[in-house]
């Protein structure tokens, strides 16, 4: 599912009107206000702001180096941000470990390189974290983890090791588990970069089945076709700040920062 | 391939697969594979044939000496005695056999050596519990292996007047029974307390980071035999008059901590070798520090070490020996006062004691080798990357 598919997407089925009156009502369920981060001297993310709501669905995009990991990052804890102030479901992230790790609950994250546990079986990938944050007894957890294993379609995988999957059921079983959590938001971290290319639209199919229930996500990704099918916004990101915000169908049609022309017309070849 | 030809004359569509066939046969059987293996090239060819030499040169006589000529049974030095025997004698076995109680037990008394005996018995269960990994409720295998069984063997060995046990001083205990003790605490303590001590270096506490690496780098900077010196000489001196420390228990909390310190490097290799992936993974889920170094960390980290740990032990196992140079009856020196009883003065007495006690060494490090071999076998197939 690459950006070919592009012009024949009719303008009417695009989900930018639909999506301001859907979300207009919603809370807001994550605050980024004017954040900075630096490694070393090096200035990765610039000021930058930005509100998301409950059910919205948003593609992260850039050049590489452009900050757009690191902003997801953040959101989790994974990186710390040095100025400014994030806020996910109420919670401000500071330093209070407590706040941390229940803000981590609540937030579900899909790399690009998978990282499940190898030791573990797919089940047992999927069963850890509700058997030991939440503390749910194994056999509920078992019962969780085969209904979202079920929904990836992959349930008779659960008792293998993930070594023995292919990239895209990795990727896919990643997903379970961090459905597992019950997360109120999802972020995903360029989740078929590593794949190969037959695998990608399995892991897509998936995401796009999440976006119709309404999850919140944000997804740092290049897949310019998913982003046309399930976002509400776009944001395209260089040198650390946010470059240019829009509903998908302005973004590709009529993109307005220089920049931004210079990166679709490379990815939109 | 027609179409992989240079240039394309005409476009090329399969229309037949080709069947996925077995390999051609292998040249088998026992010539090709000696042919293979041995004789593959003049220096192959070569070291062979020194090797074949080599063993025809040792084998012979080692042989004749532990098993032709040796002497199986006798009551006393006349058994092992070339001059009464009229032959060429090897090894005196009569002499370890009419010993092996002193082997085993050194100055334990004797009315009390059933308790010995329970105590290997313990041992072994807790050992097979333990080793053997499909066994069932492993986590009740460690509770017993880890809290019942030292607290038991405790109370077994040094005795409790109260339940009807006699006391046994540490001063009568000896033989394989020390060694085994004292390896077993040291492999015992050294690998949890490794542990911490790898986790600590790693803090991003500076205190305890600081803490963890001065304690590293001072045990590893000092010989185990100047450990024990000091822990035997010099630690009553600084101890007051009336406080006392047990003489067996001193150089065991010396080695315990030694091969901790040890065991601290070989675990921190391990857990430098994680990706970083792992530890996002698992704190993405909300698993707080220490969850995920216990579940996702750990496991992994320490499967990695696993050849480094069982050579610790190995290597542990065999230093245990240097207790007997502090005044500790170990199995090494009860063959070293055995040998010189002039009930037994043979000529051969004293090689025979010290190649029972090679062999013992070598039976229980080649055993624990093996068995890691096993574990990483085992635990490789399980889940193949």
Not at chain 1, 78 to 87: K, M, P, S, W
Not at chain 2, 70 to 99: I, Q, S
Not at chain 2, 145 to 155: H, Q, T
């Amino acid at each position: 599912m690459t950006a070919q598919a592009l012009p024949e997407i009719d303008p009417d089925l695009a989900p930018a009107n639909t999506s301001v009156t859907r979300l207009a009502a919603a809370p807001t369920v994550v605050t980024l206000d004017r954040v900075n981060k630096w490694y070393g001297a090096f200035h990765v993310l610039r000021d930058v702001d930005l509100t998301v709501r409950k059910g919205e669905r948003i593609v992260i995009c850039g050049p590489s180096g452009s900050g757009k990991s690191t902003l997801i990052r953040c959101i989790n804890r994974l990186e710390e941000h040095q100025a400014g102030r994030i806020v996910v479901d109420g919670i401000e992230l500071t330093n209070d470990l407590k706040k941390i790790d229940e803000i981590r609950r609540e937030v579900g994250m899909v790399f690009q390189h998978f990282n499940l546990f190898p030791h573990l079986t797919v089940l047992e990938n999927c069963t850890l974290a509700p058997i030991w944050v939440k503390k749910m007894p194994k056999a509920q957890a078992e019962e969780l983890a085969m209904r979202y294993l079920t929904r990836v379609k992959i349930p008779h995988q659960a008792s293998k090791y993930p070594g023995q999957l292919s990239g895209g059921q990795q990727q896919r079983v990643a997903i379970a588990r961090s459905l597992c959590m019950s997360p109120k938001i999802m972020l995903f971290d360029e989740p078929t970069s590593a794949l190969d290319p037959e695998m990608v639209k399995e892991v897509l199919d998936t995401m796009v089945g999440l976006a119709d229930e309404g999850m919140t996500m944000l997804c740092v990704t290049h897949e310019m076709g998913f982003a046309r099918q399930v976002a509400d916004r776009v944001i395209f990101m260089d040198e650390g700040q946010v470059v240019e915000v829009n509903t998908p169908d302005a973004f590709f049609r009529n993109p307005q920062h220089e920049r931004t022309r210079l990166f679709l017309s490379q990815i939109l070849h | 391939m027609t179409a992989s030809s240079g240039l394309l004359a005409q476009p090329f569509v399969r229309r037949d697969p080709v069947p996925a066939a077995p390999p051609p046969a292998l040249v088998g059987g026992p010539v090709a594979w000696i042919r293979r293996n041995l004789f593959s090239s003049l220096t192959s060819t070569a070291l062979t044939l020194a090797a074949v030499l080599l063993l025809a040169l040792i084998l012979p006589p080692l042989l004749r000496f532990l098993v032709f000529d040796a002497v199986w049974t006798g009551e006393n030095r006349d058994a092992c005695r070339p001059e009464v025997l009229g032959r060429p004698v090897g090894a005196c076995w009569a002499f370890v056999a009419n010993k092996i109680n002193y082997f085993v037990y050194g100055s334990y008394p004797i009315e009390a050596r059933w308790r010995a005996d329970v105590f290997f018995a313990l041992l072994a269960f807790g050992l097979a519990w333990m080793l053997w990994l499909d066994a069932p409720r492993r986590d009740l295998g460690a509770a017993y292996f880890f809290v019942v069984f030292p607290l038991a063997s405790y109370a077994l060995l040094a005795g409790v007047p109260a339940l009807g046990l006699p006391a046994v001083p540490t001063s009568l205990w000896g033989g394989m029974l020390v060694t085994i003790v004292v390896s077993l605490v040291g492999i015992v303590v050294s690998l949890p307390f490794g542990v911490l001590l790898a986790l600590g270096r790693r803090s991003r506490l500076p205190v305890v980071r600081l803490v963890c690496v001065i304690f590293i780098e001072f045990w590893r900077g000092v010989p185990l035999i100047t450990v024990l010196f000091m822990a035997n000489v010099m630690l009553p001196l600084f101890l007051p008059g009336d406080v006392t420390v047990d003489r067996l228990v001193r150089p065991l909390v010396g080695i315990a901590l030694f091969s901790s310190a040890y065991m601290a490097e070989i675990v921190r290799g391990g857990l430098q070798a994680m990706p970083r992936g792992q530890f996002e993974g698992a704190m993405s889920l909300g698993l707080g520090p220490w969850l995920t170094m216990r579940l996702v960390i750990l496991p992994q980290a320490l499967r990695i070490v696993i050849p480094g740990i069982v050579n610790s032990y190995i290597a542990l196992f065999k230093d245990t020996t240097l207790v007997s140079i502090v005044g500790i009856f170990d199995f090494i020196r009860t063959i070293e006062s055995a040998r010189v009883d002039p009930n037994w003065a043979a000529p051969t007495v004293s090689v025979t004691g010290y190649a029972f006690a090679a062999l013992f060494y070598f039976l229980f490090c080649f055993g624990m080798s093996r068995y890691s071999r096993f574990v990483e076998r085992r635990l490789s197939a399980s889940h193949a990357r």
